[in-house]
């Protein structure tokens, strides 16, 4: 009976020890070990997108024109080649726009740190001295803030839930949605990029999955009379998640989606179209934004997805899911990383690793959200910090572009 027992533990003893094994295996394949971590930060890429976003949520980098210019100057000196800023926002422009005069009857954000600056120029300016490519961001896409002019203005823009609610919560902020369909919602967003494109001397424009609409909206007046009309005189079903109802809105903001980037490469054919979403499935889920038919239709010039997460083995499945994987053999695609929120910093290990984790698979490129934690807003010292970005990019780069290396 003895021996019998130890030949079991032996055996036992034996499987456990294989799976340790195994595991080890398992996770040396997920995550670089550390000598080939040090060595993908050493052979960076020759050609590589090397962005950041800016944005005026927690970020006071627009706020004073010699603080954006000492930004964009650090950039450059740590060998980025990309910004990313915002210029839509809070239901304005960052810039002075006929177009919001139409509308609101005010050509630009109304913060005073704003008043009587142009600050995509500005961003212009001092990027393109420094040789850094500026692609403006309409963050807030069809989003507005619920107390906003363009809301209270516009209310017939303005989409619903079944019950006839529209506000949407967005951390501890109320939000509402332009309805991506509307003829004049389209209109208005063509109206703000065209001003965009014939006015300034930018190299693309950005969109991201707040040019969606949230799965539990789309009950407004509007839609469910378009929707009787395509459906001989049938409602929306009440379930915002039924498959074909979600393909059905998701769809009508493909055909937003797809005029607005002919729009762009009717009057600028050389500007990149750069889209920003979540990955697909919660974007389609979630968003009704459904990115990987527009990458396939070629509707996408670059691709930066948000790979917000902060363990290896998420972020890991994500940069790895196959339309990510096929979009990256057609155009550039960038694993964006975030460095961190206003209420927490994410660490440089984790930085460099997810970095290092996207070069390793060959993507063109790395972004970083948001600015003001990239150092300045960060548990780490400064200079701790921007060594980092000084070991991850230790030479310039050219920024790859569609059809090209």
């Known amino acids: 009976m003895g021996k019998f027992l130890s030949g079991i533990l032996v055996r036992k003893f034996r499987l456990v020890s294989i799976a340790i094994v195994a595991m080890a295996i398992i996770l040396g394949m997920l995550q670089p070990s550390y000598s080939q971590l040090s060595q993908l930060l050493r052979q960076a890429p020759s050609s590589e997108i090397r962005g950041v ?29 990309a910004i ?31 008043q009587g600056r142009d600050v995509l120029q500005e961003t212009i300016n001092h990027s393109h001295r420094h040789g850094l490519a500026v692609i403006p961001w309409f963050e807030f896409g069809f989003m507005a803030p ?15 839930r079944s019950d006839g609610s529209q506000i949407v919560k967005q951390g501890i902020h109320d939000r509402v949605w332009l309805i991506p369909w509307h003829p004049e919602v389209r209109q208005f967003m063509k109206e703000l990029i065209l001003e965009i494109c014939q006015n300034y001397d930018v190299d693309g424009i950005q969109f991201d999955d707040h040019f969606g609409l949230p799965v539990e909206l789309g009950y407004d007046p509007y839609t469910i009379e378009l929707y009787k009309k395509e459906h001989n005189g049938r409602t929306p079903p009440t379930n915002f998640r039924d498959a074909a109802w979600v393909k ?47 990458e396939e239709k070629g509707w996408v010039d670059e691709l930066l997805l948000q790979v917000y997460r902060d363990n290896m083995s998420s972020f890991l499945r994500e940069i790895e899911q196959p339309e990510v994987v096929a979009a990256s053999r057609r ?31 060959r993507f063109a490129g790395l972004s970083f959200f948001y600015y003001e934690t990239l150092w300045n807003n960060a548990d780490e010292p400064i200079n701790q910090r921007q060594n980092t970005f000084s070991r991850l990019f230790p030479t310039p780069a050219v920024r790859p572009r569609r059809g090209l290396p």
């Open 84 to 114: 990313y800023p915002t210029v839509w926002n809070w239901g304005y422009t960052l810039y002075p726009s006929d177009v919001m005069g139409r509308v609101t009857q005010r050509v630009i954000d109304p913060d005073p740190g704003l």
């Open 248 to 294: 059905w809105r998701a769809d009508k903001i493909t055909a937003t989606y797809a005029e607005l980037y002919q729009t762009i490469k009717s009057v600028k054919p050389s500007y990149i179209v750069s889209l920003s979403p979540n990955p697909y499935q919660f974007a389609y889920s979630n968003f009704l934004t459904d990115w990987k038919t527009w």
């Open 146 to 160: 619920a107390d906003s002019e363009l809301a209270s203005r516009k209310a017939g823009w303005l989409t619903s």
């Open 331 to 361: 155009i550039p695609v960038a694993t964006g990383i975030l460095t961190g929120i206003r209420t927490e910093s994410y660490s440089s290990d984790l930085i460099r690793t997810q970095a290092a984790a996207a070069r390793s698979r």
């Open 53 to 81: 976003w800016l944005t005026n949520i927690d970020s006071d980098v627009f706020f004073a024109t010699p603080r954006l210019a000492a930004a964009i100057q650090r950039l450059h000196q740590l060998n980025f080649n």
